[in-house]
């Protein structure tokens, strides 16, 4: 018994469906949502927006900076050969080598971060449902207590026609 | 105090005969491409005399000019090149490692005076041509750039020379090819640094001026010729 | 809302699932075209250098030529749909993809140009920063040096920004399919479910993409601009190329762009989304990009022409009047005229007319290529080494070969993958609901303290 | 696959080029025990004499050791030797004067040249068709010796023709004195762009048969009429020193050089003054000079002495040749001519030099005579800054009956005339060496078909040209590099110059030096030559020769030749000798210059001039001169033909078009060279090019300009006036590719004239 959970056409289905697990004293992160689009519009799609991310990036951006100066400079001093009458260490030039890599380090910072935080690549969790690609949304509990099942299955069924699926 | 090789060039001397065209194929390897290349523009002539009519029949002129590379100071073919296959020497000798040139022409592009050539083939010399070789100058295989080196190798041998006798190098000692064969004189090759140098002298003289006025620090002087009376 | 998506669904998946005889037509032609160009290229290698059109003084033609097009393609998809993305235009939904994944090819093709122009292209490695035995590193005060690193973020950036959002559709397709195609889809979906959570770090992770992107973007082809203007050579030496040449890679991109929609439009059936609206819009674009182009170079030629300093003036006229005018003129037309003629009026912005306007600038930019790489090499300071320049076969064949790759690639990537976002169209068709009760009834903070 | 191919391979797989070498065939070779021990990669430098023309610039080889393939008795093996690896001119040498030409500069590529005839050839296919069969030099001589014994045998020793390149040398008096021993006519000597007219002029001026020497190092002002004194005639490189000195050598005097002729040379493009006068008419301008100076008093008639008395209307003061008289002749205006004859006599001092077409009109000898007058009315004759005649050193060294050049010599037109209109050949034995006429006479004097007409030919030559194409056996001769070689040079120095220099390397190939050939053919005759030569080697010859010249410091004076490659020194001047022809010789006076081909039918002067690159064509076969940028054309591997710019527009002709040049003796077919340098009514071609047959590198390149020249002879003398053929051209088609330029554009600025 895995978890159980319910499929709705209508936005606002699911989020009665939500608001009632809450009342049944679920837990949110017990509460599993899953849907083929980002939806705005909703309480239950509302959650953390990732503000923080930025900072990562720009983390990220810091790194690559250093990277990208430290690799300028040591490979223009390695084997220091003048050319063209300009200094050995040329900062003109290398600007453009720390630039490109601060922004390859912001990038990477950034892709990272959501992988790390959206839990991508994960195998596929509990609680999903293919009709969610047909624009269903799926409401469902994790792993719930075997007693509290019949009270649940009540909270997710909105109104009649939901059928309510247990995993 | 570190040397600065260069060259005076007396246009009023130089008489357009094409000794120091030769004399620079002979002495560094050079391969002539054969009818076919020369025609599709791949002759190589790292030294060559320029030619340039001015006027018409009867009141026509024709100015000479030998142009070979001037190993600017600060030349716009060394920083391009992304493997430092052309790089500035410590006596101001502007080097082509052949070993480390690619074959991007990035160099011979950034070059004004276009004195660098490339390898569109591997170099061929029918037998026994080859027993020419100069032993000190490496053979150029396709796909890399080359050109005047101010007969690096004379200088290396001058030096290790005068180093065997423990002695100064004094002007005169070293002779790039072409100068050595002009027959008038007109090419005065010496270390720019030395105040009493002959080719100091002349390129501090009235009529000396840069071949192109870029900038470029070019070590090639060009005395201009003295116009008539 | 949910109304739509089976339809959606089932126009964008159609192209993965169905396959006419037409399509492996396609892909053996331009397969076969592709074949032709990497032999040519061996054969270069094989036989030297020489066997191209390249002579004294002119060392960089048409290899040079096509690298700098392709970069300028480049710049339609990521830069364009970066903007679009910020400024939320709602009608870039459909668009974006598509032009991204025309960024990641044409980057893809123009990189490989550097390394096929090379003398000795076995030591094309010796242009990468890696620790070699020699301890000696590619020089960073080298233009081309700077292109590699240009190149390796763009080219990381735009690949990613096209990868991140097709997750969610790769999820669809798993879910839709069955078989290998389950399998595959599975994989590369990476376990999507389409929590609240994904989709927000999802899309804060493009909105920091496409602010990070548009920066490298402009500063790829101000480098490629710079491995001319750092060279003192006449007509190269110049100031103005970089915003010049960024200028003219959007112009190119966005010409780029049009034709494949159109073409994706015909070919998948995709009326219903790729809407003339679409290309009303981009063909606004696509004129004030050609207005655009046409001041940075009438800037450029005034300047020579005002200063008549002569080394320059040697170019100028060879392009105005000598040899190269009928290129020149050419140019001209196809990236001025023509576009002025089919995209002011809204009348003859049609579809049709779009298309013709792209083509004509996809042709006359790789001129204004060809025209900034060859006559300034040809006519430098001294007219005694002043040469001329006529292609030869192998770099015809590579020059075509390579269009024939990226048309294959595009190809292919629209068989394999929704050429259209569809979560993204879907948020598009979001049907704009009053806030419902609910909403206050349970409040966020209140729900969870 | 080749070792090319198989390099490039190797460059692609990455693998270095070490392995490459294993592809060569050296390393299945065998290798022999060096000759001579060496020292690897330790240059030395070794005396030697350029070959290229008779200047006999000293030049010092760079030697060091080397692997070359040679064959040792039969067996073909490599070999570690010392190799020359380049030539430059020798600093203490007083003609070259450590510069060197470009010609000398590539004479080492005729060492090495890969089509050199490497070992005795006997003609196998038919006559000129080029098949032959290796033997021994033992079959060689024998077959040489079989036909020189039945000459003998049926006493027509006078059927041995030897024709050779004119010399003053010992090698030259070793075929001169076997040939008299023998009993055969002296050797016949051939040159095309020859100075037997100035010699004949100097003769009768001076008193002295010689090429003249100019002091221009300390001249400041010189005028040249027609002389490519700094390019092709002379002594190029001598001059070029001398030139550079004139310039920039004297502080604060700048010479200053004005030339006179109808197409620019490389010469003329170095002039303050070109001045183009009508082909021929450049002693009417010389004389027109004197006029001025003597009319202005500057100079006395009687200053010219002697060779102004060789001038009808001398002694008046030349009434006929007024400024504006010379300028209808000349087409110089009068101004021009008054205000170059003032600089010419106050500049002083001031010499003025003729060579070139100037000499080769049908009035050549009257130019040479007035050029010659004009000099002594300037005081210029034997002063510093003027001209002088070089001791010489044949005459301390020759007893005068020996001396080569002293022998009248029957022409080489002449030659074949003769055996052309006999039924049977009355040559039945020629030798060749050097000289190549079938190439470098006009076809109207049909030297190709008379040679084959000749039963026997044998040659010394180390390639196969036209002429030694026809030979039935060939005895290659060493290169210079290899063999004892001399040079005695007739002008370019102060003092008197023999060049003479011993080996610089072993022979790389099985061939024998021509003058030991010679002796030992001499030895090995049925009737022994009388008296027989003293000598067994041709070394030995020099060094009876040479080792009577004055001791030097240095002791004995053979080693001390030996070891600077030859001997300079002061020489007991002597007296002008009295001229064959008698004192007298009746005063000249200009006539015009006559021409082959009647101005209405061919209107364009032709003047076929020597190339800076090849000369006659001598020297076509070296690559480097074939890709020398022309100094004025910047032409490589072509050849063309030079037109001035109205003409071509005249004609609808543009750069490159193929031309037919029509003589009244045929048309040779070349490219367009629209050039400012040259006159309306003169089309200008070098020689050189247009080989039939002489190696990979000349057959078949280009055109022959010789081949239509008229066989017009210069009036009191002999020799052949090649510049005064006249043509017509007809376009044929646009451009074939057959000119090939170094040069982008011709001028500077090429885009002045465009207005903005």
């Known amino acids: 018994m895995k978890g159980l959970y319910a499929l709705y056409s209508d936005p606002s289905e699911a989020q009665r469906a939500v608001n009632h697990l809450r009342s049944n004293g679920v837990a949110q992160r017990d509460i599993a949502i899953a849907s083929s689009e980002p939806i705005e519009e909703f309480e239950f799609g509302q959650r953390d927006k990732a503000t923080w991310l930025y900072y990562i990036a720009s983390g990220g951006g810091v790194l690559g900076l250093c990277a990208g100066t430290w690799l300028a400079l040591m490979t223009q001093t390695a084997w220091p050969l003048p050319t063209g009458g300009m200094p050995v260490v040329a900062w003109w030039p290398n600007l453009i080598i720390m630039f490109e890599l601060t922004m390859l380090g912001g990038i990477l910072a950034t892709v990272f971060a959501l992988f790390i935080t959206a839990r991508l690549p994960s195998r596929g969790a509990a609680l999903y449902d293919p009709e969610v690609a047909d624009g269903k949304i799926l409401v469902g509990v994790k792993n719930p207590k075997g007693d509290a099942i019949p009270a649940l299955t009540q909270a997710l069924r909105v109104d009649v026609h939901t059928q309510v699926k247990l995993l | ?229 | 809302m949910t109304a739509a998506a089976p339809r959606i669904n089932q126009d964008l998946l159609r192209p993965l699932l169905e396959t006419s005889w037409r399509f492996y037509a396609l892909v053996l032609c331009l397969g076969a075209l592709v074949a032709v160009g990497v032999g040519a290229w061996f054969y270069q290698v094989y036989y030297g250098f020489g066997v191209t059109g390249i002579r004294w003084p002119i060392y960089w033609a048409f290899y040079i030529t096509n690298f700098v097009f392709w970069i300028g393609i480049s710049h339609a998809g990521t830069l364009i749909s970066a903007i679009l993305r910020l400024v939320n235009a709602g009608w870039r939904r459909p668009v974006t993809r598509c032009a991204e994944a025309i960024t990641v090819f044409a980057l893809m093709i123009g990189a490989l140009f550097p390394m096929i122009h090379l003398g000795r292209p076995w030591l094309f490695f010796w242009l990468i920063p890696y620790p070699s035995e020699r301890q000696i590193w590619p020089n960073p005060r080298s233009p081309l040096v700077w292109d590699f690193f240009a190149i390796a973020t763009y080219l990381t950036g735009s690949l990613l920004f096209l990868l991140l959002p097709m997750i969610p559709d790769f999820a669809l397709v798993r879910d839709k399919t069955t078989g290998w195609r389950k399998k595959t889809y599975g994989m590369l979906a990476l376990g999507w479910q389409g929590t609240p959570k994904q989709w927000h770090r999802l899309e804060s992770a493009m909105q920091i993409m496409a602010i990070a992107i548009i920066p490298v973007a402009v500063s790829v082809h101000t480098i490629v601009s710079f491995d001319f203007s750092m060279a003192p050579v006449p007509g190269w030496h110049s100031t103005i190329f970089g915003p010049y040449f960024v200028a003219g890679a959007i112009f190119s991109g966005i010409a780029a762009l049009i034709i494949a929609m159109a073409a994706l439009r015909r070919f998948l059936h995709l009326e219903e989304y790729l809407h003339p609206v679409h290309f009303q819009n981009l063909g606004k674009l696509l004129l004030l990009m050609s207005l655009l182009w046409a001041y940075f170079v009438f800037n450029d030629r005034l300047m020579i022409w005002y200063g008549n300093e002569p080394a320059e003036m040697a170019v100028f006229w060879v392009t105005q009047r000598g040899s190269f005018a009928p290129l020149h003129w050419a140019m001209i037309v196809c990236n001025f005229v023509i576009p002025l003629l089919f995209l002011t009026h809204k009348r003859v912005r049609t579809i049709t007319g779009c298309v013709i306007a792209s083509v004509a600038v996809c042709i006359g930019m790789w001129l204004e290529r060809f025209l900034i790489v060859v006559p300034a090499l040809g006519h430098k300071y001294l007219p005694y080494s002043w040469g001329s320049y006529s292609p030869q076969p192998v770099e015809i064949l590579v020059t075509i070969s390579t269009v024939a790759a990226m048309i294959l690639l595009y190809v292919l990537f629209a068989k394999f993958v929704p050429i259209i976002s569809i979560w993204e169209l879907k948020v598009g068709e979001q049907s704009r609901l009053p806030t419902p009760e609910a909403m206050r009834e349970h409040p966020l903070w209140q729900a969870n303290p | 696959m080749d070792r090319r191919s198989f390099v490039k391979l190797t460059a692609i797989t990455g693998a270095g080029a070490a392995l490459a070498s294993c592809g060569s065939p050296e390393n299945q070779l065998i290798r022999f025990v060096p000759d001579d021990d060496l020292v690897p990669g330790v240059a030395t430098w070794k005396p030697s004499v350029c070959p290229s023309c008779a200047a006999g610039c000293g030049v010092q080889v760079r030697v060091m050791e080397t692997d070359a393939e040679v064959v040792r008795n039969g067996q073909r093996g490599v070999i570690k030797m010392r190799v020359a690896k380049k030539l430059e001119g020798r600093p203490e040498h007083p003609i070259s004067q450590g510069g060197l030409c470009p010609r000398g500069q590539a004479a080492i590529q005729i060492t090495y040249h890969p089509d050199r005839i490497q070992h005795p050839l006997k003609r196998v296919g038919k006559r000129g068709e080029g098949r032959f069969e290796e033997i021994t030099w033992d079959e060689a001589i024998a077959e040489l010796l079989v036909r020189l014994d039945a000459l003998d045998a049926a006493s027509a020793q006078d059927a041995l023709v030897f024709l050779t390149r004119p010399g003053r040398g010992v090698r030259h008096r070793l075929v001169a004195q076997f040939l008299e021993r023998f009993g055969a006519p002296p050797q016949v000597p051939f040159e095309l762009f020859s100075d037997d007219v100035l010699r004949r002029a100097n003769a009768l001026s001076f008193g002295r048969e010689q090429l003249p020497t100019f002091d221009l190092a300390r001249a400041r002002y010189a005028i040249s009429f027609g002389a490519d004194f700094l390019g092709t005639w002379n002594s190029p490189v001598a001059n070029s020193a001398a030139y550079g000195r004139m310039r920039h050598g004297q502080p604060g005097i700048r010479g200053r050089f004005v030339q006179v002729e109808a197409r620019m040379s490389q010469t003329g493009a170095n002039a303050d003054e070109w001045v183009p006068a009508r082909p021929g008419t450049e002693g009417a301008l010389a004389l027109g000079l004197a006029h001025v100076i003597v009319a202005a008093g500057l100079r006395r008639p009687e200053d010219a002495g002697r060779p102004g008395s060789l001038i009808a209307g001398w002694a008046a003061g030349l009434p006929a040749y007024t400024p504006e008289h010379v300028e209808q002749v000349t087409g110089v205006p009068a101004r021009l001519i008054e205000r170059l004859a003032r600089e010419f006599a106050e500049l002083g001092p001031a010499v003025a030099m003729i060579g070139g077409a100037p000499l080769a009109h049908s009035n050549g000898l009257f130019n040479a005579l007035a050029v010659n007058a004009l000099n002594s009315l300037a005081g210029s004759v034997e002063k510093p800054g003027g001209m002088f005649f070089m001791p010489q050193i044949g005459d301390a060294i020759f007893r005068d009956a020996e001396r080569p050049d002293r022998q009248a010599p029957r022409s080489i037109d002449r030659l074949a005339a003769d055996v052309l209109a006999a039924g049977e050949s009355p040559v039945e034995v020629l030798l060749l060496d050097q000289a190549n006429p079938v190439f470098a006479s006009p076809r109207a004097w049909k030297v190709g078909e008379a040679f084959d007409k000749i039963p026997f030919i044998a040659s010394f030559g180390s390639f196969l040209d036209e002429t030694s194409i026809l030979s039935d056996l060939i005895l290659p001769d060493h290169s210079f590099l290899e063999s004892w070689v001399e040079g005695l040079p007739e002008s370019g120095a102060a003092a008197a110059v023999a060049s003479v220099a011993p080996p610089a390397m072993r022979p790389l190939h099985q061939t024998r030096a021509m003058p030991d050939v010679l002796l030992e053919v001499g030895r090995r005759l049925r009737r022994p030559l009388s008296p027989p030569f003293p000598w067994q080697t041709f070394e030995e010859a020099l060094q009876e020769s040479y080792g009577t010249l004055p001791e030097g410091e240095d002791g004995d004076v053979w080693s001390a030749i030996q070891m600077r490659g030859g001997w300079w020194g002061g020489l007991p001047r002597r007296e002008a000798e009295v001229m064959r022809e008698g004192r007298s010789h009746p005063p000249v006076d200009f006539v015009e210059p006559q021409f082959d081909g009647d101005a209405g039918v061919f209107p364009f002067h032709f003047l076929t001039y020597s190339s800076q690159a090849f000369l006659d064509g001598s020297l076509a076969h070296l690559p480097w001169l074939q890709e020398l940028p022309d100094p004025l054309s910047s032409a490589m591997w072509s050849s063309w033909v030079e037109i001035n710019p109205k003409t071509a527009q005249a004609l609808g002709i543009a750069q490159g078009d193929v031309l037919d040049i029509c003589s009244r003796h045929g048309s040779v077919r070349a490219a367009a060279l629209v050039s400012p340098g040259l006159a309306p009514d003169v089309v200008a071609m070098p020689a050189g090019q247009g080989h039939r047959t002489f190696t990979r590198f000349a057959s078949g390149r280009g055109a022959n300009p010789i081949e239509i020249l008229g066989p017009m002879a210069v009036a009191g003398t002999d020799a052949l006036a090649w510049a005064a053929t006249r043509v017509r051209l007809a376009r044929v088609s646009g451009p074939d590719g057959g000119l090939i330029l170094f040069a982008g554009e011709m001028r500077e600025h090429p885009h002045e004239d465009h207005g903005r």
């Open chain 2, 1 to 229: 105090m570190a040397r600065k090789w260069g060259i005076a060039v007396d246009l009023d001397r130089c008489t357009g005969c094409g000794a120091c065209v030769t004399a620079c194929h002979a002495e560094n390897n050079i391969p002539t491409v054969g009818a076919a290349e020369a025609a599709r523009g791949r002759a190589m002539h790292w030294i060559r005399i320029e030619r340039y009519w001015e006027g018409e029949f009867p009141d026509v002129r024709v100015k000479f000019r030998p142009v070979m590379c001037a190993h600017c100071d600060a030349a716009p073919c060394e920083p391009v090149c992304p493997t430092y296959a052309s790089h500035h020497t410590a006596d101001g000798l502007n080097a082509q490692v052949y070993n480390r040139c690619i074959g991007t022409r990035y160099c011979a592009n950034a070059c004004p005076t276009n004195v660098r050539f490339f390898n569109f083939f591997n170099p061929a010399w029918d037998k026994p041509f080859h027993l020419q070789f100069n032993p000190d100058v490496s053979v150029r295989s396709v796909g890399i750039m080359e050109k005047c080196t101010f007969c690096v190798q004379r200088i290396k041998a001058a030096d290790s020379a005068a180093k065997a006798d423990g002695r100064e190098l004094k002007d005169g000692d070293v002779q790039p090819a072409c100068a050595q064969s002009c027959p008038a004189k007109a090419l005065v090759f010496g270390d720019l640094q030395d105040p009493e140098s002959e080719v100091s002298r002349l390129s501090k003289s009235p009529r000396g001026r840069p071949l192109l006025d870029l900038g470029l620090l070019p070590k090639v002087t060009y005395l201009s010729r003295q116009t008539d009376v």
